[in-house]
């Protein structure tokens, strides 16, 4: 039980995100069954395969979050709950830092998002602002981005480069060890959101780099937060940036970004 429940309900949290990216794969879908190669399978046959691969990662990451975060001395507050373990005074609180932490990466993202629209705007035709989701897409950006790729990334990821770190160095856990585990994680989370930019144009340098750097800064502030305090709190501030995209775009519109 050790094992089993903390990574049964995990990878169920998991699974909200997974299932949340099923009203978003119709375009996707589309573009499967007018390839002339396209096997002969209904839309909900493709559907079922397309969920595979983020479904196996999720599982992954979740049974080596599950098995070495601990050992990596980083929290999870639903791990330990479903071990009927003790939560550390440095997880208790700091809701509120992480409200702040995302919301304040969240508008530097968004502006800065802005100004690149406004120096290039032929990288940036047909690529839609931060506020501008339907409603199936911002359910997804807090249920797979603030749950799923946490656990993909932070729970799973990272934890691995920072127990592997700690084995290397016989135990011990340096700051800079800790902020290694942090930045790598971040650049893997950054590359993950480039196949979805290349699902939506052509991206040239600017766009790359745009990606990678908004992503990346992000991923730091949500690695930071769940090697001080939790995964949880990774989570909490991931999805206070998404709504920030929401709340903040259209203000600093106003403002004349």
């Known amino acids: 039980m050790a094992f ?12 909200l995100g997974i299932l949340s990216l099923v009203p978003t794969l119709g375009p996707t879908i589309a573009q499967i069954q007018h390839l002339p190669e396209a096997p002969p399978l209904s839309e909900a046959a493709l559907a079922a395969i397309l969920l595979v691969q983020p479904t ?22 639903v791990q330990r709950r479903c071990r009927g373990q003790a939560v550390p005074e440095t997880a208790a609180g700091g809701w509120l830092t992480a409200l702040l932490l995302g919301a ?16 290039h705007l032929a990288s940036f035709a047909g690529i839609p602002r931060l506020d501008d989701a ?8 807090l249920l797979y981005g603030g749950i799923t790729e946490e656990l993909m990334t932070r729970f799973g990821l990272m934890t691995l480069f920072l127990w592997i770190g700690t084995r290397l160095l016989r135990g011990k856990r340096p700051l800079w060890l800790v902020w290694a585990a942090i930045a790598l994680a971040s650049l893997l989370f950054a590359a993950g959101h480039l196949p979805a ?6 991206p040239d340098t600017v766009l790359i780099l745009r990606t990678l750097g908004l992503n990346g800064l992000l991923g730091l502030v949500y690695g930071w937060l769940y090697a001080s305090r939790s995964l949880e709190h990774a989570m909490l501030a991931h999805m206070a940036t998404h709504v920030i995209f929401w709340i903040a775009t259209p203000f600093l519109v106003l403002l004349g970004l």
């Not at 089993?4 to 699974?15: H, T």
């Open 4 to 15: 089993a429940r903390p990574f049964l309900v995990l990878s169920g949290l998991g699974l």
């Open 56 to 77: 196996l990662l999720l599982l992954a990451a979740v049974a080596v979050g599950v098995g070495l975060s601990e050992r990596a001395g980083l929290v999870s507050l």
């Open 104 to 119: 304040l990466a969240g508008t530097v993202a968004a502006a800065v998002d802005l100004v690149l629209r406004q120096l």
């Open 134 to 141: 339907p409603v199936a897409g911002k359910i997804m950006a």
């Open 197 to 202: 930019l290349a699902g939506t144009t052509r």
